[in-house]
């Protein structure tokens, strides 16, 4: 098999045409009818997040510089996908086959589409590539598997006994300052909205100093969302709750991550110090934390939470550094 750095180095040079020619517009199109919250804009624009910031080739030199790959003894590590945004599951893809490892693929129904397309690419350029469909009679050595909590629960049964790297729910969250310029809010609106606010890394949840009403300008929504929106707004006025309107969306004020899609939800600080001593009481709950005034571990500026890079793991969890003991 080629280098892992040329095999996916040439992936990216390929996919920077995404969208431009037959085969990729097929796939966008059964994508879109495979996950109706899916839709052509989107899908070009995880898949260019994924060229830009997990693709390239320095910054694939330098990532896997830190780690013992590739493996001595090469194992069948089985990859459980989630299907909420496009592509979501490429980059355990991407650790696995650039560890050495041979990679069993289980996308989900919701995400087919996009990752046979990427796994045809990567077949192309190396016929040997070591990916295989999932096989219920296939014995396999270990698993990443990403999904609902209830999900959780059942990959724990089911994979006991093998390794097992499992991640359930997080919410992403923001802590304003107070200063926040127009660009950043604009910035601040993507993280919370993009991809129909579907992703672990879209916030949720706004800490505010007390006092600032922030200015956010909605993007346009699908309609499946408004549908939701308006379903929310509707149960809000008719329990009494107080909300702010805005527009295809509603803000409530708690402290707890909304169970709406279509509400964000939003918390008063008078020292900043308070939101911290949340964040850190929450931490296990957090996938990132989008600000550019509070300390985090995985604090990301505004307009990135949705461009994780090959460093940002998620849950916390150092992927390469768990495939490289097994």
């Given at each position: 098999m080629k280098h892992a750095i040329e095999?996916?180095?040439?992936?990216?040079?390929?996919?920077?045409?995404f969208g431009d020619d037959e085969p990729s517009q097929r796939a966008?199109?059964?994508a879109c009818r495979e996950n109706s919250w899916f839709t052509p804009s989107d899908i070009r624009r995880a898949i260019g997040a994924i060229v830009e910031d997990m693709l390239?080739?320095?910054?694939?030199?330098?990532?896997?510089?830190?780690?013992?790959?590739?493996?001595?003894?090469?194992?069948?590590?089985?990859?459980?996908?989630?299907?909420?945004?496009?592509?979501?599951?490429?980059f355990d893809l991407?650790?696995?086959?650039?560890?050495?490892?041979?990679?069993?693929?289980?996308?989900?129904?919701?995400?087919?589409?996009?990752?046979?397309?990427?796994?045809?690419?990567?077949?192309?350029?190396?016929?040997?590539?070591?990916?295989?469909?999932?096989?219920?009679?296939?014995?396999?050595?270990?698993?990443i598997a990403t999904g609902g909590d209830n999900a959780v629960r059942y990959f724990r049964?089911?994979?006991a006994g093998i390794p097992a790297l499992l991640r359930g729910s997080r919410h992403s969250v923001a802590v304003l300052s107070g200063d926040e310029t127009p660009a950043e809010l604009e910035a601040l609106a993507?993280?919370?909205?993009?991809?129909?606010?579907?992703?672990?890394?879209s916030v949720s949840l706004l800490w505010l100093p007390r006092g600032y009403e922030p200015q956010l300008?909605?993007?346009?929504?699908?309609?499946?969302?408004?549908?939701?929106?308006?379903?929310?707004?509707?149960?809000?006025?008719?329990?009494?709750?107080?909300?702010?309107?805005?527009?295809?969306?509603?803000?409530?004020?708690?402290?707890?991550f909304p169970l709406s899609l279509s509400t964000v939800a939003y918390?008063?600080?008078?020292?900043?110090?308070?939101?911290?001593?949340?964040?850190?009481?929450h931490d296990g709950e957090l996938q990132c934390v989008v600000t550019r005034c509070a300390q985090h571990p995985r604090r990301v500026d505004f307009g990135r939470a949705q461009h994780p890079g090959l460093t940002d793991y998620a849950d916390a969890k150092d992927v390469m550094g768990w495939l490289s003991t097994l």
């Open positions: 095999l996916f180095s040439e992936l990216g040079r390929r996919l920077r045409a966008i199109e059964r390239d080739r320095a910054r694939l030199e330098a990532w896997l510089e830190a780690y013992p790959v590739p493996v001595k003894t090469p194992r069948k590590v089985e990859i459980v996908m989630a299907g909420n945004i496009p592509a979501v599951g490429f991407l650790c696995v086959v650039a560890s050495g490892h041979r990679c069993r693929v289980k996308p989900s129904s919701k995400d087919r589409a996009l990752m046979e397309y990427l796994i045809g690419q990567l077949r192309e350029i190396d016929p040997s590539v070591a990916i295989a469909p999932h096989d219920d009679e296939a014995a396999i050595d270990a698993v049964t089911h994979y993507d993280d919370i909205w993009a991809y129909s606010g579907l992703g672990c890394r300008r909605m993007p346009p929504v699908l309609e499946k969302y408004r549908n939701n929106y308006r379903q929310t707004r509707a149960l809000l006025a008719m329990n009494g709750r107080t909300f702010v309107d805005l527009g295809a969306s509603v803000a409530v004020e708690q402290q707890e918390a008063r600080y008078d020292t900043l110090a308070e939101a911290e001593t949340w964040l850190a009481e």
